[in-house]
Each structure stands twice: as C-alpha cells, then as structure tokens.
C-alpha cells in the first residue's frame, strides 16, 4: 500500500505545487497550505478513491509557536484500504486561528469541525452551523489548548437564572492536576516522578494562591 | 318558518386549501430510556411526523483527550475502559496497540491471541447488549432477558481473567497485565459451544416477529453514500452495504490467521442493522474457537522491549537492573520516540481511532480519540426526518451507540 499511497503525494504535488511531505510513523502524510485545502481534499476524494472521512482534529504547539494551530484530517480509501494523513496550518491571530471547512465535500465534517471549534476555537470558513458541541452554549474557554489547565477555570452556570437563584458557579476539579501527574517529556527525576500533589486544601480549609 | 341550521363544520366544509398545522417542539432526553444514556433530541414535530431532529451531546464529557496529556501511556488505559464501557476489553486493545505502533513494537503471537479472545467476546458482550435494548425499544423484554443471562457468563470469564467485570484495563503497552488463567481457554470454548444454540434462540425470537419488522424494515434507511459522507463505521455502515471491516482490510494483532466473513445488509434500515450484529456474534465465535484451537505458547508480553513493559514482580524484588527498569517505567512512563501515529481498531460500534502526537517521553503530547458513536450518531439529523417519533426510537436502537464513548 505505501508504494500506492506515494503515488498519490506525487500526483497531488503535480497539481499543487505547495504540497509537501510529512513527517509520519505509519501512513502517508501530506502538509498542505490552507488555500489548497479544499482542492487537494477534493482531489483525494474523487481522484484517489480516499471517500471516508474518518478523523478531524487539530494539534495545539503552545503559546508562541508558529503555527500554533495545526488542523489535521484522516482520510481513508474504503475500496484502496489506506489511510492519508493531511495537515494544514491555521492561518489568522494567534487567538482566532481560521482554517477552511470541509464541510461541503463530507457532510460528517459537520460535528467534528464544532468539536475543534470548541475545543480549540479553531474558525472553520465555510462552515454553516459554527458552535460549541460538547461544552456548553456560552462557556468561555477553548479547554484542549495547552494554555488552559487541566483542573479547569470556573466559570458562570450556563442559565443566568440559575446561577442568580443558587449563586453557585461552575468550580474547577478538586484536584489540580488529578492525584498523579508526570510531567512532558523532562528528565530530571524529581520532576518527572509521578507524585500526589498538595491537595491540603477542601471545601472547610482555602485553596492556597497559585 | 323553518330557518337553516348552521353546522358548526360548515366554515370548515367551505375551505379550501389544507389543515393549518403548529409545529410542536419536543426533547427528548437527557434521562430518557430509549436514548441510552445521556443523550438529548431536541425535536421538531409536524403532528406525529419529525420535521427536524437536533441531537444535543456532551453531558458525558469529562475532557479524556486533556487527561491524555497529563499522564503516562499506561496510566491512559483505565480511561479508555469507560469510552465504548459496554466493550473495554476491545477499547483496551486498540489504544494498546495505537502506542505500541509508535513504538514500533510488535508484541508476541500468544499476546496477540489473547487480545483477539478477549476483544471478539467484549464484542460478542456489547453486541448482545445492543440487541437486549434494541428489543426492549421495540416492545420484546424477553430479548434482553436472555441476552443478559448470556453477558453475565462472559462477565464471569472477564472476572477471572482480568479481576474486573466491567472496567477491565486489561491491556499494557507491550503485553497485557496478566496471562490467562489455567483452563481458562477452556472455559472460553464452553461457554462458546454452549452460546451458539441460545443465540440462535435469541435472534429467533426477532428475525421473523412481526411487531419487529414491522418497527424496523424500512425505517431509518441509511444509503451507502450517505453512510459514507458522515463517516459511519461498523455494523451501521456494513449495513448499508459497504463491506469496509478493519480486521479484514487492514488486519492488527493477527487477525489476518483467522477465517471469518463480513456480513453486509442490502437496504441499510434498522432492520438489516439488527441482522449484520447477529452475523457478527457468529462469526465473533468462530475467530474465537480458532483462536483457542491454535492457541499459541511462548511470551504473552514483549519480552525485549525493556524501557515498554515493566519486568516480572518476583524479578523486581530481587534483582537490581530489574527494580532500576521497573521504577523508570513507573515513573517515568514506557519511552517512546517523537512522531505521530494515528490507529483504527475495528470496535463492536465501529472504528475506535487514537491519533498520538508525542515529542518523546513517556507522556503524549496530544491525543485526539476518533470515537464511533460520535461520527454514527452525526447523521441523526438527516435520518430522523420524515419519520414517526416512535420510528426515532426504533433508528436509536439500531444504531447502538455509546454515550461515554460519544462525548469523552
């Protein structure tokens, strides 16, 4: 299948002259610039017989990065057996990262371009029904960026009315960072031994300032 | 003098045009018994007629993709127990294998037996579920009945294999936590021999029961193309006729050894939906007999992979390498090399995916989950419409979704 599935990134090449290859452990992979987006996935659909979307999703590469967004979809050939990696980088701010919609080609991008809206504040031009899917109408955060933590932030109850009849917002998780957390790739022991962090601190007695 | 009478009817009898109808709205769920879970519809009513269906998920989010990232890859797997939790001994499976794919790892055959065991009768498990209240929805306790008579069996087989009955996390990277107990594979093949007469029971009491047909033939009809367009997997895309099935396509953990057809439905309604999961327990106990049958000896974990899988207990308490090997791997979590992969288990609801992007390290840097019954459950809106609100019910049980796996 490899040798098939490197025809298909030559091929594309011929007809986008931007596309590049990707770094990948396993299945073919293609880097393609936001404005090909759309041609290139076209291409793939009705050329390379790659019919089934099977994944959308995007990678977040922490604050400063350039790109800090990168969108990632899996195709997969339902007649051919493989898959395609294609990623492309969000363009626009930092903060409200754009990238084409897909929606046009298959109608299951729908959910999963909400899904990276939601979970990342990616904007999907194009997209006819852009909101949240998981997380509720109106909450603030993007949770799946690096910048936000994994306890959560406490926000507002969704209906105000609640919210001003309880006076109870939305707290963040108990435990910052769950009872055992090992830290990213660091070597130093101490660091990254997983180990209970200070959970001291209870509804009777305060949460220490971070 | 005789005056005519005005009926009440006769503006009634004068007009002309059709009735004016009002659109009525209705939810359904979150806590509703035929959604499965926690799944909302919100529903737009022309009469007893969908006019449009909106499902509304979330409410069983709990951020696994953020935790992923906090933690070592084997501290990941008991999460991946509660996704598709009706089939945690296949979820175990797939993301085993999607980490050991970054790691380039290829575990043993007795390893590999093990996991096809083990994931056919979690599927044998979920399936059996799926038809228990697919025939509850549809008005036939006695379905389920039988079916949970079946899946307390297979609950007890786990029990002894795993320790657990539901959240099993039976996997390791590398190997499993545990080889199989002695006789176990005997019990297995028991159990099997004597599933194939009460299953055939089971299905008998629906195929030909006219109240089901006449709740599911020709209801929900899925089109191939449509099927595909949303991204539907397993039995529901199976059942429209496209005959995609991971195991054969794209065979893991040796499942290219064993003989086993792909059942595929003709018209992709609710009813050949019920009758692809039917075939599919049949043949889930054929793999599984072949299975038994070559079982294979050796290693059931990867002996060589030494910075993967943590060594023996006893080696541990009395070797030094082994205690220094053990503890890097406990705190520091299996090391694995930079790059990405991205892996498809052919799971009971369909294709269970996990895209890993890792820098190194024994934590990922990000993992996205490509859950089934999120993607099945995107083409509600489209297929509900033009159908009876207790058609609504009968296309939910068909499709066999998981909530806990939809909204992670």
Known sequence: ?210 | MATEFAYPDAAAKNATGEFETEKMSLSMGPSHPSTHGVLRIQMELDGEVVTKAEPVIGYLHRGDEKIAENMTYNQFVPYTDRLDYLAPLANNMAYAIAVERLANLEVPERCQAIRVITAELARISAHLLGLGAFGIDTGAWTVFMYAFTEREKLYKLFEELTGARFTTSYTRIGGVSRDVPEGWNGRVDEFCDQFLPILEEILAMLTRNKIFMDRTVDVGVIPKEDAIAYGLTGPNLRASGVPMDLRKDKPYSGYEKYDFDVPVGKTGDSYDRYLVRGEEMRQSVRIVKQAIKNFPEGDWYAKDAKKIFAPPKDKVMSSMEELIQNFMIVTEGPQMPAGEVYFEAENPKGALGFYIVSKGGGVPYRMKIRAPSFCNLSILPKVCVGMMVSDVVSILGSLDFVMGECDR
């Open chain 1, 1 to 210: 299948m490899s040798s098939s599935t490197a025809d298909v990134t030559s091929a594309l090449q011929e007809k986008f002259p931007n596309i590049t290859a990707r770094d990948s452990l396993d299945h073919e992979a293609i880097n393609v610039p936001a404005v090909d987006v759309l041609a290139a996935m076209q291409a793939l659909r009705d050329e390379h017989s790659f019919d089934l979307l099977t994944d959308l999703t995007a990678i977040d590469w922490a604050e400063g990065a350039d790109p800090r967004f990168v969108v990632v979809y899996h195709l997969y050939s339902t007649t051919q057996h493989s898959y395609i990696r294609v990623a492309t980088n969000c363009t626009g701010e930092e903060e409200s990262p754009m990238a084409p919609s897909v929606t046009s080609l298959w109608a299951g991008a729908d959910w999963h371009e909400r899904e990276t809206y939601d979970m990342f504040g990616i904007i999907f031009e194009g997209h006819s029904d852009l909101r949240r899917i998981l997380m509720w109408e109106g909450y603030p955060y993007y949770p799946l960026r690096k910048d936000f933590p994994l306890a959560g932030i406490e926000t507002e109850l969704p209906d105000p009315e609640v919210a001003a009849a309880t006076g109870t917002p939305v707290i963040a998780a108990p435990m910052m960072g769950g009872p055992f957390v090992a830290s990213t790739g660091e070597m130093n022991m101490s660091e990254a031994e997983p180990k209970a962090k200070d959970e001291s601190w209870s509804e009777s007695s305060e949460k220490p300032e971070a």
